[in-house]
């Protein structure tokens, strides 16, 4: 895109006649409307300098505390896979205690207990999995330290 000659926006080649920015007549004299002023710098007032990209250990610990909720995918900016995780790891850990109830003579609270710690323990599985798998990006295609 040509540059105006007063003002020194960027403006369409349609616009030959007046810049749109700061109404200058004829705001290509001299230059064609092909070229590109490649030379400009760039304004970096307004960009963000600051990244932090996600960290694999906040990631393991996530999967070791709330994973059964999905949390980790929601932190990886993953919220479909987290939404799907979450219904899945609820429903069959609620299969699980009610298959326990009816076929276990333990008590009810021990059979929550027990098979909430066997979520947490595979939960915990799944985030050495991510911990230690290489290449590892989130939801907008940034590897995780």
């Given amino acids: 895109m040509p540059i105006c000659k007063k003002c020194h926006s960027r403006i369409d ?9 700061c109404g ?24 963000e300098t600051e990244f932090n990209p996600k960290k694999k250990s906040i990631l393991l610990a996530l ?12 932190y990886i900016n993953k919220i479909k896979t987290g939404i799907i995780y979450a219904l899945a790891n609820i429903s069959l850990l609620v299969a699980l205690i009610v298959l326990l109830i009816f076929l ?26 991510f911990y230690n798998k290489d290449n590892l990006k989130d939801g907008r295609g940034v590897f995780l330290n």
């Fill in 13 to 21: 080649k349609f616009n030959k006649d007046r810049c749109p920015i």
């Fill in 24 to 47: 200058a007549e004829n705001p290509f004299d001299g230059v064609s409307s092909d070229t590109i002023e490649i030379t400009t710098n760039i304004n970096t007032a307004n960009v």
């Fill in 63 to 74: 999967f070791i505390s709330l994973g059964i909720f999905g949390i980790p995918f929601f």
């Fill in 104 to 129: 276990s003579p333990l008590d009810h609270w021990v059979i929550i207990l027990v098979s909430l710690l066997l979520f947490i323990f595979v939960n915990s599985l799944t985030g050495l999995y």
